[in-house]
Structure formats: C-alpha cells, structure tokens
C-alpha cells in the first residue's frame, strides 16, 4: 500500500487542462499530469442529460497533497462543479513511486 493517489478530473479542453496540469506540477501539488484526448461525458446535470466533449486529467500526486491539489483545481477551474475523483494507488513501481513522492 502507498500512500500516493491518482485523481481524475475532466476539463471543458485542452487549454483549460494545461493550465490546470502546469499549475499543479509548478506548484509541486502533483508529479505528473497526463492530458488525454477529448473523451465523450454523458451526465445528468440541472435535470438535464449532457452529452459533451471533455479532455480528462490524470493527475499523480500524494494523500497528503490531495486536500491542497483538490483546492487548487476548484479555484482554477471553469466549472462550478468539477470532477475531482481520488483513487488510492495500492501499488506500483518502487522507483516510480518514490520519484512521485519526491515530486511534491
């Protein structure tokens, strides 16, 4: 078990996510932010069904870090309400691990 995450979170696009994903890593809050392509959303949002185009963060970082990172996302962030989905990493490479421990 570690004690590192990895939070998802989905961006209106790419350029909001590379705003997001420099901040992060500049601030130290994570190690490393993967912007992947346009993913397909389908939600219920204001009693409504939305079908839209999203790029989707993978962001790695620390337990410890997620409150400070959480935070951040918020203020940067153009939705009201964005995705900020934290899963605990049970395991992985050692020496990744603790290059992403190192990071933040």
């Known amino acids: 078990m570690t004690d590192s995450v990895l939070i998802f979170c989905t961006c ?3 350029a909001e996510g590379e705003r997001i994903a420099h901040a992060l890593v500049q601030e130290r809050l994570a190690a490393c932010v ?3 392509p ?3 959303s ?3 949002w204001n009693d409504a069904v939305e079908d ?3 790029n989707l963060l993978l962001i790695k970082s620390t337990a410890e870090h997620f409150p400070a990172l959480r935070d951040r996302i918020v203020a940067l962030h153009s939705y009201k309400t964005p995705e900020i989905i934290a899963i605990p990493i049970a395991a992985g490479s050692e020496e990744y691990l603790s290059w992403l421990r190192e990071q933040v």
């Open 52 to 54: 839209t185009r999203e």
């Open 12 to 14: 209106e696009d790419e």
């Open 42 to 44: 389908i939600y219920r």
């Open 38 to 40: 346009p993913v397909r």
């Open 34 to 36: 993967n912007i992947l």
